[in-house]
C-alpha cells in the first residue's frame, strides 16, 4: 500500500481536551507534513516538519517527528468544536521514479464536542 | 502566499461524456504537479505525478488512457476524466511544488467535486 497510517482512525473528546494523532509511514522522507480537511472541502496545510526536526509548534499545535520509528505526531492543544474535521498526515517520500512526491496517511476524524 | 486554484470547484457530467480539471499555480512556477482522488470519508489517493514538459508518471492501478495528464507550461497541469463513468465519481485534488524547492509544502487546490450521472 503506498499510505502511511494514522491512528486512531477516529477520536471523539470533549472541548478543552487535548488530541493526539500518530502517523506512521514506511520509506525514508524529507519531510511531513499535516494537514487538516472538513467534510467535502479542500485541504488546509497546518504545518511542516522536516527529517532533520523533531518538534515544531505552531499556535495550538505540536507536531513531533521521531525518523527512527517513521512515525510522527500532532497534538491539539485545548480542542474546540471548530477543530472538528479530518486531520492527514503526508509524507515527502523518494520515490523509485527519482522524484519526491507526497503520500497521505489514511487520516484521523476528529469530532470535538462542545 | 503561493496559490494554486482549481477548476471547476464542482462537475457535473453525463456517463461517456469527457472532463477536464484545471490546476494553476497562480504565483509560483511548478515543475511539478500533483494529482489525487478521494473517496467518500477515505484518505487521498496519489494517481500520478505531473512533470511540465513531459509524461506524467502514473500511480499503480491507474488508467492513463481514462486520466489523461497534461503540463504543458509551468504553471498549468490538466486531469481529463475520458468516457466517464459513475464509478469515476469523486473528489479530485491538485498539488504543486514550487520550482527548484525540494524541502518545501506542497500547495493544494480546493478540489473538484465530479458527480457523473
Known amino acids: 500500500s503506498q499510505q502511511g497510517e494514522e491512528d486512531p482512525q477516529a477520536l471523539s473528546i470533549q472541548e478543552g481536551e487535548n488530541a493526539t494523532m500518530n502517523c506512521s509511514y514506511k520509506t525514508s522522507i524529507n519531510n511531513l507534513q499535516w494537514y487538516r480537511q472538513n467534510s467535502g472541502r479542500g485541504l488546509v496545510h497546518l504545518i511542516l516538519i522536516r527529517s532533520n526536526e523533531r518538534e515544531k509548534h505552531s499556535g495550538r499545535l505540536r507536531v513531533t517527528l521521531d525518523t527512527s520509528k517513521k512515525s510522527s505526531s500532532l497534538l491539539i492543544t485545548a480542542s474546540r468544536a471548530a477543530d472538528t474535521a479530518s486531520y492527514f498526515c503526508a509524507t515527502d517520500a523518494l520515490a523509485t521514479s527519482g522524484t519526491y512526491k507526497y503520500i497521505f496517511g489514511t487520516g484521523t476524524r476528529l469530532k470535538v464536542l462542545a | 502566499g503561493a496559490v494554486v486554484s482549481q477548476h471547476p470547484s464542482r462537475v457535473i457530467c453525463k456517463s461517456g461524456t469527457s472532463v477536464k480539471i484545471e490546476c494553476r499555480s497562480l504565483d509560483f512556477q511548478a515543475t511539478t504537479m500533483f494529482w489525487y482522488r478521494q473517496f467518500p470519508k477515505k484518505s487521498l489517493m496519489l494517481m500520478a505525478t505531473?512533470?511540465?514538459?513531459?509524461?506524467?508518471?502514473?500511480e499503480q492501478g491507474v488508467e492513463k488512457d481514462k486520466f489523461l495528464i497534461n503540463h504543458a507550461s509551468l504553471t498549468l497541469s490538466t486531469l481529463t476524466v475520458t468516457s466517464a463513468h459513475p464509478e469515476d465519481s469523486s473528489f479530485y485534488i491538485c498539488s504543486a511544488r514550487v520550482k527548484g524547492r525540494l524541502n518545501t509544502e506542497a500547495f493544494f487546490g480546493q478540489g473538484t467535486r465530479l458527480t457523473v450521472v
Open positions: 505531473s512533470n511540465e514538459g513531459s509524461k506524467a508518471t502514473y
